[in-house]
């Protein structure tokens, strides 16, 4: 077993590297997770700082205006379309609304009527659509003989209702504890992904070391016990940072446990564990230059943290990004994460599809070794 005691001797070599990620990443959980059992569940409308272009000047739109005017800060602004840009890209604005001459008309015949300008930077200001479309549609409720009712409209739309939530707070540490777990794992995908292909990718590339190589021919070693003991290192490293992480989880949340379901985070992270694995095995015949693997390290779990709902949630990202997250098993682990899971036949899908993307690595990472072999 003496490649293996060498693999494990290199390994704590780059001990560096597994720590500094390990204690990023513990230290972000206990911020994370310093008040389980809180849960916030009211919403609070904002303010906004709004311009409105009135091209109508109509006793509707003048309604329109007195009613967004109630809940937003009125700014001026003028309707030169890339003076409005400007203003919304510098933050002045949050929103611009105009208003157009024939508005009356368009509302009678429920046409879309008005054009909103909003800062997509800020998620509030999608609040103007909302209150637009409130307006309207009781105005259009209070239509008859060709009149609105205005006073009708404004008071229906000042009338508030005092809402009271009603929760357990054994229900409010469910929802708590659950999020936690969530955000957890999710985490994992990013620091497994980087861990793994730094840590064993810089062993790996001492192992593949051409005076090495040279050395490993005329011993006595024969190439398959060699590589049985390099691989069960790389196992066993592998498995070490995966149990440190599970375990860790147990650790800060353990009295939690017995409220979310435990037995799907450990799978999954098992699986995706094994997945990137044979990744890193990969990315380890393709090249064995050490500051290609660091960029790769950083590059790949960065990346696919991003676009596959690590870092953003992948309700809020975009087809086309969910698309090409597809393409990783970061995105399949996640989503396991993300669903409530009744049995294991529940996510056999996303597991089968983290197990494919495995295999194919492993496949394309021995095409690479027969290859580096014959040359």
């Known amino acids: 077993m003496t490649v293996f005691k060498y693999f494990i001797k290199i390994a704590l070599r780059n001990k560096g590297v597994i720590l500094s990620y390990t204690i990023i990443f513990f230290i972000l959980s206990i911020l994370n997770g310093s008040n389980p059992v809180q849960n916030k569940n009211d919403f609070i409308e904002t303010r906004l700082n709004i311009g409105i272009i009135d091209n109508c000047n109509s006793e509707l739109s003048n309604g329109l205006r007195d009613y967004l005017g109630k809940r937003n800060n009125i700014i001026d602004t003028?309707?030169?379309?890339?003076?409005?840009?400007?203003?919304?890209?510098?933050?002045?604005?949050?929103?611009?609304?105009?208003?157009?001459?024939?508005f009356d008309e368009k509302v009678i015949n429920k046409e879309n009527s008005i054009k909103i300008y909003n800062d997509d930077r800020k998620i509030e200001s999608l609040q103007i659509q909302n209150q637009v479309n409130k307006f309207l549609t009781f105005v259009n409720a209070t239509y008859e003989r060709g009149e609105y009712n205005l006073e009708d409209v404004s008071f229906a739309l000042d009338e508030k209702a005092k809402v009271e939530l009603v929760e357990s707070s054994n229900n409010a540490s469910d929802n708590s504890a659950a999020a936690w777990f969530k955000y957890y794992y999710n985490f994992t995908a990013y620091v497994i992904m980087a861990i793994y292909i730094s840590s064993i990718g810089l062993v790996m590339t001492d192992f593949r070391d051409e005076n090495i190589q040279s050395r490993r021919k005329i011993s006595s070693k024969k190439f398959l016990q060699?590589?049985?003991?390099?691989?069960?290192?790389?196992?066993?490293?592998?498995?070490?940072?995966?149990?440190?992480f599970i375990l860790g989880s147990i650790l800060l949340k353990g009295k939690y446990i017995g409220e979310v379901n435990f037995g799907k985070y450990v799978i999954n992270t098992i699986v995706f564990s094994f997945s990137i694995l044979c990744l890193t095995f990969l990315i380890n015949n393709i090249t064995k230059n050490k500051f290609i693997i660091n960029a790769l390290s950083t590059v790949l779990?960065?990346?696919?943290?991003?676009?596959?709902?690590?870092?953003?949630?992948?309700?809020?990202?975009?087809?086309?990004?969910?698309?090409?997250?597809?393409?990783?098993?970061?995105?399949y682990f996640v989503k396991i994460n993300e669903m409530r899971v009744n049995s294991f036949l529940d996510m056999k899908f996303e597991i089968f599809m983290q197990l494919l993307f495995a295999v194919v690595f492993l496949l394309m990472g021995l095409y690479f070794s027969k290859t580096s072999q014959k040359a």
């Not at 991003?306 to 992948?314: A, C, D, K, T």
């Not at 597809?326 to 995105?331: A, G, L, S, V």
């Open 78 to 102: 003028m309707s030169d379309e890339e003076y409005i840009k400007e203003q919304i890209f510098l933050e002045i604005a949050d929103a611009v609304i105009i208003i157009p001459e024939d």
């Open 226 to 244: 060699f590589n049985k003991e390099m691989y069960l290192g790389q196992l066993i490293l592998a498995s070490m940072i995966t149990l440190v």
């Open 301 to 331: 779990s960065l990346g696919t943290a991003f676009i596959s709902g690590v870092m953003v949630p992948q309700e809020f990202l975009g087809e086309k990004t969910l698309m090409i997250a597809k393409f990783f098993p970061t995105y």
